[in-house]
């Protein structure tokens, strides 16, 4: 099986369709069967079961499935080798993180990049999902948790502690709510994923007892924007929360566990002269705003 096979192999295993492995590979999903029913004539082996819900892997398909992953670890590996040692300040870097970090540090970041390295080309991601450094998803990822893989090489750039906001508007309408009163009567907003994870969800330690969850936000620019919209009281990274000119409330209370900012990228690229700027960039954005 040759590399370009792997790849196509690869995308329906974790695509399941045609379809999805076309979107992935940029090909149409004719090509994309096509391809299969080749790889399996070559083997003369069944290496998918066609269902109505797409493709699954037979007994033969996952111990390929095996192989294959090893294949694509040595490519992925010679080509991080092979990137870090380019010293071109030109060419493409991939960098993911939150859309509220995009906006307040990594758009600035790009400005002040371009003007100087005009060449280089930043592909900004901008979303919840953690995509792998290790599989050249990314080149950089700006992140809120700091990643335990060996092979990565992880800085802290910001660290801020987290307090309670609301917009002029809302404590207004419904003026502010008292310490110790679970928030009666009060309108809250809460990142959505928080409220899945924890049983007991507190804002700024307090808990939700008496208020009313009126948004759950999958983003944290969304509970910015829902916060700044005078929609209702939550948290916030104090930097972010005074940005946006918000009200700060119960000033001597903050979450528990404040908000790190973490800069990861992979050490096979941590000598490539395109990735090296960008992170320099980054990092002083940050910088500046911890000053």
Same mark, same amino acid.
């Given at each position: 099986m040759n590399w370009d096979d792997a790849r196509v192999f690869l995308a329906v295993?974790?695509?399941?369709?045609?379809?999805?492995?076309?979107?992935?590979?940029?090909?149409?999903?004719?090509?994309?069967?096509?391809?299969? !029913?080749?790889?399996?004539?070559?083997?003369?082996?069944?290496?998918?079961?066609?269902?109505s819900d797409g493709f699954a892997l037979t007994a033969v398909g996952e111990a390929a499935l095996r192989s294959v992953e090893k294949m694509e670890r040595s /490519?992925?590996?010679?080509?991080?080798?092979?990137?870090?040692?380019?010293?071109?300040?030109?060419?493409?870097?991939?960098?993911?993180?939150?859309?509220?970090?995009a906006i307040d540090?990594?758009? %600035?970041?790009?400005?002040?990049?371009?003007?100087?390295? %005009?060449?280089?080309?930043?592909?900004?991601?901008?979303?919840?999902?953690?995509?792998?450094? /290790?599989?050249?998803?990314?080149?950089? /990822?700006?992140? !809120?948790?700091?990643?335990?893989? %060996?092979?990565?090489?992880?800085?802290?750039?910001?660290?801020?502690?987290?307090?309670?906001?609301?917009?002029?508007a809302y404590i207004d309408r419904h003026g502010a709510p008292e310490p110790g009163s679970l928030f009666d009567g009060h309108d809250l907003v809460v990142y959505q994923p928080h409220l899945q994870s924890q049983k007991d969800l507190t804002l700024a330690c307090e808990p939700l007892g008496r208020g009313r969850i009126v948004a759950a936000l999958s983003s944290s620019l969304l509970v910015r924007r829902s916060i700044a919209a005078g929609i209702g009281i939550g948290e916030l990274p104090i930097?972010?929360?005074?940005?946006?000119?918000?009200?700060?409330l119960w000033p001597q209370r903050t979450r528990p566990l404040p908000y790190d900012?973490?800069?990861?990228?992979?050490?096979?690229?941590?000598?490539? /002269?395109r990735v090296r700027v960008v992170i320099d960039e980054i990092v002083a954005g940050f910088a500046a705003a911890m000053a």
């Open positions: 295993c974790r695509a399941t369709t045609s379809r999805g492995a076309a979107r992935v590979l940029g090909v149409d999903q004719a090509t994309v069967g096509r391809r299969i !029913n080749a790889l399996e004539k070559s083997l003369g082996a069944t290496l998918f079961l066609r269902t /490519a992925l590996d010679l080509e991080r080798q092979i990137q870090g040692m380019d010293d071109r300040l030109t060419g493409t870097v991939r960098v993911s993180t939150t859309d509220s970090l540090f990594l758009i %600035p970041a790009i400005a002040r990049l371009h003007d100087q390295h %005009p060449d280089v080309r930043v592909q900004l991601d901008a979303s919840t999902q953690f995509l792998s450094l /290790a599989k050249r998803e990314t080149d950089i /990822a700006v992140r !809120n948790a700091r990643p335990d893989s %060996p092979d990565l090489l992880a800085r802290l750039v910001g660290r801020w502690p987290v307090g309670l906001f609301a917009s002029q930097l972010t929360g005074e940005r946006d000119g918000l009200v700060r900012v973490w800069l990861v990228t992979h050490a096979d690229l941590r000598h490539t /002269a």
